[in-house]
């Protein structure tokens, strides 16, 4: 059994910068990890993944160059990195465990998911 807890989340203005974790109990060395995101009226999304290794990863199209998803497989944890922050990027943000073989950016394959971390982006 995995449990996922994200943090920091909160309140930042346009072109600032935040940073998620995803502190995990249980271990997640072998599961690909993702980040999904569902804004206010909005069905939930795909934002980053990255694999067991930490050797590939993948981002939504309008956060490349901006976010980073990296894993400290020795804490267990995976992080966000945010840069540069928009409006739009206002969402609940959720962190994801996958123990397929393969990559996935789909939710319906995630196996875990945390509770989600808050992100507000102010003008």
């Known amino acids: 059994q995995v449990q996922l807890v994200e943090s920091g989340g909160g309140l930042v203005q346009a072109g600032g910068s935040l940073r998620l974790s995803c502190a995990a109990s249980?271990?997640?060395?072998?599961?690909?990890m993702g980040w999904f995101r569902q804004a206010p009226g909005k069905e939930r999304e795909f934002v980053a993944s990255?694999?067991?290794?930490?050797?590939?990863?993948t981002y939504l199209n309008s956060v490349k160059g901006r976010f980073i998803i990296s894993r400290d497989r020795a804490k267990n944890t995976v992080y966000l990195q945010m840069n540069s922050l928009k409006l739009e990027d206002t969402a609940v943000y959720y962190c994801?465990?996958?123990?397929?073989?393969?990559?996935?950016?789909?939710?319906?394959?995630?196996?875990?998911w945390g509770k989600g971390t808050l992100v507000t982006v102010s003008s």
């Open positions: 990255i694999s067991w290794s930490g050797a590939s990863v």
């Open positions: 249980g271990h997640i060395s072998g599961y690909h």
């Open positions: 994801a465990a996958d123990l397929a073989a393969v990559v996935s950016t789909t939710q319906d394959d995630m196996d875990y």
